[in-house]
C-alpha cells in the first residue's frame, strides 16, 4: 500500500529531525507556514513546473482531513478500474511503480527535483496536497485534470492536527491543547487557517471538474462515497470492488498494516479514526470561540453547510 511510502518518509524525517534546530523547524513561504520536516522552499518556489496530465487524480485537503485514507482509496480505485493483471496491480497498490509518489506522497513535499522525476510516473497518477486552491500549480487547473477536495470538521481536525504534530515533532517545542488551539484558530500553523481553506473553495462550486466531500460522508456511508467517486474519476470499477476496497480500507484495517511496519508511526498516522474526538478536548471557551469564528468566516457559504457543523460540531 502507499502508506509504506508515507511511513519511510515519516521516519526519515524523524531522524533527520534530531540534528534540526527548534528555531529551523519551521520557515515562511508566500504568506504561510510549512515544516522543514517534509518540505523544503526550493520546492514550493518551482511548483508552477509541475507538470499535470488532464487524467491525473488530485486530491487535496487541509492537514488531518482525512487525506492518507482517501488517498489510498483511489489508489485502490485506479487499481481496479486498470483491470490490470495479478502482478501489475500488486506493483500499483504496493507503489514499485510509484517509488516517486511515495517518497514525497503530497505535491509540495520533498526536493525541487522531484517534478522532472514524476515525468516518468504511468498514468494514472494519484497526486495529494495539502495547498490552498490558489497555490495549486497552474497546470492542474490548464490540463482540466479532477480534483476531489476533502474537509472534515474543524473541531476534530484541530485535535487530529495536534497529535500528529506533536508525534512528529513538526513545531519547535511540544505543544499543549490550549497552545495549539490558540495558533490554530489564527492560523499560526502550516498551511495556515483551516476555514480560509474552505472559503477559497468555495469559489469553486461551479467547476465540473472539482468535487467535494467530507470525512463523515465517507465514514457513515464509504461504499456510496467511494461509489461517487469512481463515476467523478471515470473509473470503471464493480460493486464487488468497491466492497472489497471498503473492506480493505478500514480506520483499523490501515492501522493494523501501519503497526505491522512500524507501530510508532503508525500510531501517529492513525490514532482513532471517529468522529467527534473533540468533545474530549474542547473547553467550554474553545467551543464558543470556535463555533463564533466559524459562524463569522463561512457558516453562510455553501460549503460552510456541506460540512454541517451543527451536527458534528455541536451538543
Known amino acids: 500500500m ?3 511510502g508515507m511511513r519511510e518518509l515519516l521516519e526519515k524525517s524523524l531522524a533527520e529531525s534530531k540534528d534540526v ?7 515562511l513561504h508566500d504568506g504561510e507556514l510549512y515544516t522543514t520536516m517534509i518540505c523544503c522552499p526550493e520546492t514550493l518556489k518551482i511548483l508552477d513546473t509541475f507538470e499535470a496530465r488532464s487524467d491525473d487524480v488530485i486530491l487535496v485537503g487541509y492537514p488531518k482531513t482525512g487525506t492518507n485514507w482517501v488517498g489510498q482509496i483511489l489508489v485502490e480505485l485506479e487499481a481496479a478500474s486498470g483491470k490490470y493483471d495479478e502482478e501489475e496491480r500488486k506493483k500499483r497498490c504496493t507503489g514499485q511503480n510509484e517509488k516517486e509518489l511515495l517518497l514525497f506522497p503530497y505535491l509540495e513535499f520533498g526536493d525541487p527535483a522531484k517534478f522532472e522525476r514524476m515525468k516518468k510516473l504511468p ?4 497526486v495529494k496536497t495539502h495547498l490552498a486552491p490558489q497555490k495549486l500549480p497552474k497546470s492542474i487547473y490548464q490540463k482540466k485534470a479532477k480534483i476531489l477536495v476533502l474537509f472534515r470538521n474543524p473541531k476534530d481536525t484541530a485535535v487530529s492536527y495536534l497529535h500528529f504534530a506533536n508525534g512528529m ?4 517545542t511540544q505543544k499543549s491543547w490550549d497552545e495549539f488551539f490558540s495558533d490554530f484558530i489564527s492560523g499560526k500553523v502550516p498551511y495556515g487557517l483551516y476555514l480560509n481553506h474552505i472559503i477559497e473553495w468555495n469559489k469553486y ?7 467535494f466531500m467530507t470525512y463523515e460522508e465517507i465514514k457513515e456511508n464509504p461504499a456510496l462515497e467511494m461509489k461517487r467517486m469512481a ?3 471515470d473509473f470503471s470499477v464493480s ?3 468497491i466492497q472489497s476496497i471498503v473492506e480493505k480500507t478500514t480506520f483499523k484495517a490501515m492501522k493494523d498494516q501501519a503497526a ?5 508511526i503508525g500510531n501517529i498516522l492513525f490514532r482513532k479514526g471517529i468522529v467527534g474526538d473533540w468533545k474530549n478536548v474542547f473547553s467550554e471557551a474553545q467551543n464558543e470561540e470556535m463555533d463564533r469564528k466559524f459562524e463569522e468566516i463561512v457558516a453562510r457559504t455553501k460549503l460552510g453547510k456541506m460540512i454541517k457543523y451543527d451536527v458534528y460540531c455541536k451538543g
Do not use: C, I, Y
Open 169 to 172: 515533532k513538526l513545531f519547535p
Open 205 to 211: 462550486l461551479d467547476d465540473k471538474n472539482v468535487m
Open 123 to 126: 498514468s494514472r497518477r494519484v
Open 21 to 27: 534546530t527548534p528555531s529551523d523547524k519551521m520557515f
Open 2 to 4: 502507499a502508506l509504506a
Open 231 to 233: 463515476e467523478f474519476f
Open 260 to 264: 505491522e511496519t512500524n507501530e510508532g
Open 239 to 241: 460493486k464487488q470492488e
